[in-house]
């Protein structure tokens, strides 16, 4: 099989095509929700990465996918509504569930092991400003923003300018919360524990890396998928 992509190609559009990509995008800390409206030869350049070797791992990627890993097409094909009620029932449910159920185990953690590993304050401190914000942005997409998408599918919104700022003020807060899971992945070392870190430790550090990729998927589907619709 053939890559059907070029270093020009844009790294949302990889991730659109090929879902697994994102993998590897993750692996190289390259942004592919808020800033993957840039080429994958800006992508490598900005990140340090060469761009015969970004497009090596993506090549293995695609080699040994199926057509069921290419599931984003679902969503580029799919109406307005569909995509706002998988996000609420499969992303923001399932968040707040997995927000209230590790806060305790990241204070557990940065008590017990806080005094011979000082960087657990800064990731217990991230961790509880990323459940709010997500928390905040949640509450507003569900009650304001998305109603009124729905409304400009419907072509039956009085005020188009409004929405557009509201959908405006989401991608800033997708922006605000990438910083934080960007900062969460540098200072835990890619989240991999110390040597002397206990189960409840390294159960943390996975659950994180699993909130990161999540999140992740959840910002690409909004912001490169929903919002460009009505933008």
Known sequence: MTL?????TL???????LPKSSDVFKRFRIDFCCGGNISITAA????NVEVSTLLDELTVVFENSTPADKNMDVWLESDTNTIINHVINNIHRPLMVELAELSPYVTKVF??????HPELARVKELFF????EMTEHSAKEET???PLIKKLAENSIENREETISYI????KEHDHVGAILKELREITF?????VDGCGTYRLVYKRLELLEGETFMHVHLEQNILFPRYI
């Not at 008590?111 to 011979?116: D, Y």
């Not at 890619?190 to 110390?194: G, R, S």
């Open 44 to 47: 490598a350049i900005e990140n």
């Open 111 to 116: 008590k017990v092991h806080g005094e011979s």
């Open 129 to 132: 400003e990323y459940k709010k």
């Open 190 to 194: 890619d989240f991999t524990p110390p």
């Open 11 to 17: 790294v949302k559009d990889i991730v659109n095509e």
């Open 144 to 146: 304001i923003v998305f």
């Open 168 to 171: 405006k003020e989401l991608e």
């Open 4 to 8: 059907p992509i070029s270093a020009n």
